[in-house]
């Protein structure tokens, strides 16, 4: 894990299923300060930022990996 300083670009997920960029405005005490794109902010633990959104993105939890198809296809694949 890459330590984040002040000025840093990074990324969080929120609510289990949304990624958004931020930047870290302070370091302090294992804390981090962070800023939104669109405004606001919140302090939250190292472990909750990430370094590339797609590094985000693989840690969502529920996002199911697109699977090889094994040639069978049931009446609900074809559903939208």
Do not use: W
Request: aromatic residues 8%.
């Amino acid at each position: 894990m890459a330590a984040f300083k002040a000025g840093d670009k990074a990324y969080i997920v929120e609510n289990n299923r949304i990624v958004r960029q931020c930047t870290v405005v302070r370091v302090s005490s294992g804390m981090h300060l962070i800023r939104f794109e669109n405004g606001g902010g919140i302090q939250v633990k190292r472990h909750r930022l990430f370094t590339s959104q797609e590094e985000a993105e693989n840690s969502v939890p529920g996002v199911k990996k697109e699977k090889k198809s094994t040639g069978y296809r049931t009446p609900y694949d074809y559903m939208h």
